[in-house]
């Protein structure tokens, strides 16, 4: 079965500083994985997809199969990444475009 | 491009009630989706639309939950009757070919419907 987890409901780091959201998720096959943003009083909008292999607003994502995660990172956290961020897997076959989210962290940096 | 528009943003029935939601997805996306998202959880998907048939219903509680898609563009979501537990945001997003057989399509969201059940 599909299942997408986030173990840190909160995170705070300080402007400046390294940043990494976790994410793990279980799924029986290779994976289509997102990263979706919710900036306060917006919708919630893509940050990233794992098979662009892109960088977006300076934080990128890698696969790791082995350990099957898929961890949001930033070298240097603005205050404006303040957000709640939610890791999603995309279903197959018959599920195809469906999401499963985990639960979200939210992120505070700290001017 | 105009986004998913949602209505009504907010809405407070007691328990027992109906309630129903409406969507509009982006012009010319032919999947919709509605969440719900249960205060400090992720998304959960209740119903897809591919143009107006639907594509999963698998976590829709049919017995108080139905949703159509008339002519493939707006969308309504019905509760009747609703429960304590339904309170939650209801989200509406569309895509414009997740369901033609390509991976990594962008789901683009609407503002959501908070319902409070009370």
């Known amino acids: 079965a599909q299942r997408v987890t986030q173990p840190e409901k909160l995170l705070s780091v300080f402007k400046g500083a390294p940043v990494e959201l976790k994410c793990n998720y279980s799924?029986?096959?290779?994976?289509?994985l997102f990263w979706y943003v919710q900036y306060s009083r917006q919708r919630l909008q893509l940050l990233l997809r794992?098979?662009s292999r892109e960088s977006i607003k300076g934080f990128t994502a890698d696969l790791n199969k082995g350990e099957t995660s898929f961890h949001l990172k930033k070298p240097f956290a603005q205050e404006e990444d303040s957000a709640m961020y939610y890791c999603?897997?995309?279903?197959?076959?018959?599920?195809?475009?469906?999401?499963?989210f985990g639960r979200g962290t939210q992120l505070t940096v700290w001017p | 491009e105009a986004g998913v528009a949602q209505s009504p943003r907010y809405k407070i029935i007691e328990k027992r009630q109906s309630v129903a939601f409406w969507c509009n997805p982006i012009?010319?996306?032919?999947?919709l989706y509605w969440y719900q998202q249960i205060l400090g959880q992720g998304p959960k998907l209740l119903i897809q639309?591919?143009?107006?048939?639907?594509?999963?219903d698998s976590q829709l509680p049919k017995d108080r939950f139905s949703a159509e898609r008339l002519k493939g563009v707006d969308s309504t979501l019905k509760i009747q009757p609703a429960k304590l537990e339904d309170s939650a945001v209801y989200l509406c997003?569309?895509?414009?070919?997740?369901?033609?057989?390509?991976?990594?399509?962008?789901?683009?969201f609407g503002q959501g419907t908070r319902l409070t059940v009370v």
């Open positions: 997003a569309s895509s414009s070919d997740g369901w033609r057989g390509r991976l990594n399509t962008e789901a683009f």
């Open positions: 799924y029986s096959g290779s994976p289509e």
């Open positions: 794992h098979i």
């Open positions: 999603a897997l995309e279903g197959r076959g018959s599920t195809l475009g469906r999401l499963y």
């Open positions: 012009s010319g996306h032919a999947t």
């Open positions: 639309f591919q143009n107006n048939g639907v594509v999963d």
